[in-house]
């Protein structure tokens, strides 16, 4: 069941989330993080369990960005991380904005979706503020895309 998370959310959310960050696919995303931006995120549920998540992050009038995205292991491939994406998607349209961006080592996934590669010089610079939490930081090698709406 594919819905906007709520207070009783955070804590499973901040779990998966903390699975793939532990293996330096993600950020991580503490407990105070997550309550303050809880409005950006989508989850499914299967039988009372927390599947995947995403969010979608505005940054401006006419830029947001899709982050946060996780499935469960045993749930990957199923089609979970498409779903919450295109929620994602469709209220970035529902909202009016222009663009979304991500920023990811999973390009195949997002190309699926309709986003495309672009150089990371092409981000305004507001984007970086969560990257200088990322160890990698400067030196991210994750892939900056585009989807315009």
Known sequence: MLRKASIKDVKSIQKLLSHYADKGDMLSRSLSELYESLR?????????????????????DDLAEIRSVAVAEGDRMKGVGREVVTACIDEGRKLGLKRLFCLTYKPEFFSKLGFRVVDKSELPHKVWSDCLKCVKFPDCDEIAMILDL
């Not at 950006?40 to 401006?60: K, P, R």
């Open 40 to 60: 950006d995120f989508y989850i499914i549920e299967a039988d009372g369990e927390l599947i995947g998540v995403a969010a979608l992050h505005i940054l401006w």
